[in-house]
């Protein structure tokens, strides 16, 4: 059985314990039967895929590949999946440049399948592109089981930090973060934005977006996140808003108890 990481408590409850024992939680998940079975497949096979149809033929490779991009929904999606990675992303109007979602072109483009004669999986270094992320994304996944906020909020972390430290304009950050859809579910609850506000035109949402961290954070820019501190502050905000509403994902008390008595031996040896 797959180690699954102990989450007794939602919201910033939750989040404070987890932060105090991510380091070994996330070791012992990795080194877990299950998880390591997948990756030496992956290592295995993937420099053998030629093709987007053979690497969506290959149900556990196509597994790992899109977990890595928090895509693991997809799985069953394969003419969806193979035209996106078929279409490949220089192309304007190919697929995965059309779509709100830009998880879908950062899969196309890490794959290379449609932009190049030789793919990317040829590459020495690929698997480990690859499946670097998949450890955290699934580690993520795992922690999403217990409480969905604090997997929200782990994947803000990582994600939204190499948003704000990049090249793009001000504008362009924001679109950015319209585009990855756990970051927009962040930021729309940390705001208090209504249901319908993903209907508005994108420029609306922006300009709503700016003025309400303008508001909460004295600063109306994306680039404001690249700071650590700064994106805790994001994730204490939207766990408190979960807090109030309830939706934390905490376990029951006699649950909570259970849990950590059984982890004991495993997160606190070192203690």
């Known amino acids: ?20 024992t991510l380091d070994t939680q996330r070791s012992a998940f990795e080194r877990s039967p299950a998880a390591a079975r997948d990756e030496a497949y992956f290592r295995g096979k993937i ?5 987007a149809t053979e690497l969506v033929d290959d149900r556990r490779l196509l597994k790992v590949a899109l977990e890595a991009f928090g895509l693991g929904s997809d799985l069953p ?5 193979r035209k996106i990675l078929e279409d490949g992303t220089l192309k304007e109007g190919s697929l995965s440049n059309r779509l709100a979602d830009k998880r ?11 932009d190049f004669s030789v793919p990317r999986t040829k590459l020495s270094d690929f698997p480990e592109k690859i499946l670097k992320p ?23 972390r990582r994600d939204l930090g190499a948003i704000a430290s990049g090249r793009l304009s001000d504008n362009g950050k924001w679109f950015a973060v319209l585009g990855n859809a756990p970051l927009r579910q962040v930021f729309e609850r940390a705001f208090g934005l209504p249901s319908g506000f993903g209907a508005l035109d994108l420029d609306r949402q922006v300009a709503a977006l700016r003025a309400r961290a303008e508001r909460a954070f004295g600063d109306g820019e994306v680039a404001q996140f690249a700071d650590p501190q700064a994106r805790e502050g994001l994730i204490r905000r939207f766990l408190a808003r979960a807090d109030i509403a309830g939706t934390g994902g905490a376990l029951s008390p006699a649950a909570s108890a259970l849990q950590l008595l059984q982890s004991a031996p495993s997160l606190f040896r070192r203690a």
């Open 134 to 156: 998949w450890r955290e994304r699934t580690f993520e996944a795992a922690v999403g089981l217990a409480s969905n906020d604090l997997r929200l909020s782990l994947n803000l």
């Open 77 to 81: 999606n394969k003419a969806f999946i």
């Open 104 to 114: 879908y072109r950062e899969f196309s483009a890490a794959f290379g399948f449609g």
């Open 47 to 51: 420099g053998q895929v030629d093709t």
């Open 1 to 20: 059985m797959s180690f699954q990481p102990v989450v007794p408590f939602g919201g910033l409850a939750g989040w404070a314990f987890l932060q105090r």
